[in-house]
């Protein structure tokens, strides 16, 4: 049971080949796009490839099935909207996440600002490595992978976080931005490259970054339905087609969209109420599923992964993860009930991560079915 663990992630200006074509993926700034962005975005994703638009757990937005010949009319018309970075060392530098309720010249969006207009002096980081700005009142991004965070304290103030850590550095205000650059080169100076990414990293945090406070108490996702920014709709897999999200902007009336790393979009001034292609109902059972887009879509899998896990969805308790190979993409955490692809077939396995040693397996889609009730 083998699989290839790639060293970074796709962008746009580097795209990576899957198994029905590139995956371009675009970092919308501070996770917003303009009603006619994110509309252009979906025209684009069907006029160059397959017409589907997927929701990061970073908050980011991925058009799959792209060709090589479609691909430079397809940076022709993402430039045309704004949704690109100078080069790929920018775009992978902006690797940020935010909390993506943030409100005009509050401390989310400030910080954010601040950090894209400072990438140049971060040091040259692991290309997987990123950043959270989560200035709320309340933390939201706990579970959203990052690396360093800013995120409010116990005391009210803001603290610098260093992934792997149980409490983080109170920051002196205005020099947020100073530090979070100075924790990246003490990061880099004391071998933090070799581990590829914080948590990994065993050297101890320099004094001057005594991690001596706990964040606050968190907040809660974003979930559908009824917002007081405009309306929350869920995508099933964090996947949705480009022209019913399109669509739904449209008929929504909303004047901008806000990516969140949950798989829902926020449609910012948009009346609520359904939408054909997303979900509305919070409590839908596809929404606590997790599920690659397994074969014939990625070509290190060897099982279709989507059909079977939107069969499961009501009749498994808890959470549920499909995963297409040992690698587990769609979900880094444990799961209580896990299936993954090998040699064509599934092992079953409760309360762990795929690829951990699995209660059964030789498994097929028909007895799995069987075995949950959902034949």
Known sequence: MTFEVKGWCPGAHRPMLSGDGYVVRVRPRLAHLGAGQAIGLCEAAERHGAGLIDVTNR???QIRGVSETAWPALMEELGALNLLDADADTETRRNIVVAPTWQER???EWLALELIARLMELPALPPKMGFAIDAGTAPVLQDTPADFR???????????????????????????????????????NSGGAQAGRMARHTAPLPGWAAA?????PAGHPLRPGP????????????QARAADLARAIEASGAQAIRVTPWRTVLLLGGAPGPREGLEWDADAPVLRVD???GAPFCPQASVETRPLARALAPHVAGTLHVSGCAKGCARVTPAAT?????DGLFVLSHNTRAGEAPDQSGLTAAQILAQFGAA
Do not use: K, Y
């Open 59 to 61: 908050a980011n937005i």
């Open 106 to 108: 509050d401390d989310t």
């Open 150 to 188: 800013i995120e409010r304290g116990m005391s009210g103030g803001l603290i610098l976080h260093a992934e792997g850590h149980a409490m983080g550095m109170p920051l002196p205000e205005v020099q947020e931005i100073d530090q979070l650059i100075r924790l990246c080169w003490w990061f880099v």
């Open 212 to 216: 001596t406070e706990a964040p606050a």
């Open 227 to 238: 917002h007081p920014m405009g309306a929350v709709h869920g995508l099933a897999f964090g």
């Open 291 to 293: 599920a690659c887009p």
């Open 338 to 342: 896990v299936l993954t692809g090998r």
